[in-house]
């Protein structure tokens, strides 16, 4: 068994980069396509820790939590465009509400309905909700600061995973529809604000490509730099309660001080492959967390994607029902949705098999989830929390 924390690095370094230049080539898009690179970023660690070949417990999967989750945190939100999102339709912003109370509702029903079946539900379910309003980001910092018992995280990455690939292309599919849900929902027209046709500029930080490993070595200086700092910040806040521990002090940290830099020239950082550079760190610390669990854990995975089907359809009756108040058309409540339960990159994607013109909105929809789905989730567990003593 690798015990040395400096080779264990390496070797999920070494997944990681394999994971992700596979999911790259041509050759194994499709592979990838229905089961994505962070699944395998996961689950191949798994795999190998439950063979006794890399460790379940290990000082290098503490120290990734405290220092490689802030960082990546800090890499993803420097590029924010703040002022985008400023600008953005109300009918927009009011469709991502209505989606995340959608997100709210659901989780709510499906944790009554398995919380007796599941010990320590509450420590999980949120995560998901986390997921399902921003993305695996956030879905890991709730995870970190509940402290999510391993088990129950396995079980939870492969409900995110298969609920997310199937809403997605269950919105593609109703897209050929698109004419008759607009005439039941009574929908009016596009405004102006909503048919940006300046797709390739707004898309422009999410494809940016790493650039030469002398600016990747200055952004992974920076980002571990700042996440030292926060560590050492969120040590000297006061701590009240189960929630507002060391741990969430530094993802606030790690959250909140990108988001402002991003409105300085600091957000250039960007153009040097900041996105980049915190996905691959990101997809690192999965595989840290995926080390942590068993495959012979599995037995809740089933009968958590029942409900995590369920979970969903709550979540589109509930954008329907706002569409039908609002006369929202379908295009904008599918962007919503995606943006919700999807992310950066797939949300622009169904949003163009409706309307070429809603691919920047739906970008930022889903950037805009990545800003508050850490503290989406986190409500959503004292909600859990507080159902637990009822139910």
Not at 79 to 97: C, E, V
Not at 218 to 232: C, K, P, T, V, Y
Not at 277 to 290: E, Q, R, W
Not at 296 to 319: N, R, S, Y
Request: positive net charge; contains cysteine.
């Amino acid at each position: 068994m690798i015990q040395s924390p400096l080779l264990l690095l390496l070797l999920l370094i070494a997944i990681v980069k394999s994971v992700t230049t596979l999911s790259n080539s041509p050759s194994f898009k499709k592979f990838f396509k229905y089961l994505p690179a962070p699944l395998w970023c996961y689950f191949l660690p798994t795999l190998l820790s439950t063979f006794g070949i890399i460790p379940s417990e290990n000082i290098l999967y503490t120290y990734m939590s405290r220092f490689v989750l802030p960082a990546c945190l800090v890499l993803l939100l420097v590029g924010t465009d703040l002022l985008s999102i400023l600008k953005l339709s109300p009918r927009a912003i009011l469709a991502m509400a209505a989606g995340s109370v959608g997100i709210l509702l659901g989780g709510t029903v499906t944790f009554v309905m398995i919380e007796k079946q599941v010990p320590e539900l509450w420590r999980g379910w949120p995560c998901l909700s986390a997921s399902w309003t921003g993305g695996s980001a956030n879905m890991i910092s709730v995870r970190e600061i509940l402290q999510t018992p391993a088990p129950l995280f396995s079980n939870l990455v492969i409900v995110d995973t298969v609920i997310a690939y199937s809403w997605m292309a269950f919105l593609v599919y109703i897209s050929k529809y698109r004419a008759a849900i607009d005439n039941f929902l009574g929908a009016t027209d596009l405004a102006p604000d909503e048919s940006i046709s300046d797709i390739e500029n707004l898309n422009e930080s999410d494809q940016a490509a790493v650039h030469p490993a002398v600016k990747v070595g200055i952004l992974i200086i920076l980002a571990f730099g700042m996440a030292g700092l926060f560590w050492m910040l969120s040590g000297i806040v006061p701590q009240t309660g189960q929630l507002l521990n060391r741990f969430t002090w530094l993802i606030i940290f790690s959250t909140l001080v990108p988001l402002g830099l991003s409105l300085t020239p600091a957000k250039r950082l960007e153009n040097w492959g900041a996105s980049a550079v915190g996905n691959f760190l990101l997809y690192l610390l999965l595989t840290s967390i995926g080390a942590k669990a068993n495959l012979t854990t599995l037995a809740h995975a089933p009968f958590m994607i029942a409900l995590g089907f369920l979970w969903a359809g709550i979540h589109g009756v509930t954008l329907l029902v706002y569409g039908k108040i609002s006369k929202t058309p379908i295009s904008i409540l599918a962007a919503s949705s995606q943006a919700n339960i999807g992310g950066t990159v797939s949300t622009p994607l169904v949003a163009s098999v409706y309307d070429r013109r809603l691919a920047p909105m739906g970008l930022i929809l889903a950037v805009l989830g990545n800003i508050y789905g850490t503290y989406f989730g986190l409500f959503f567990s004292k909600i859990c929390r507080w159902l637990s003593s009822f139910v």
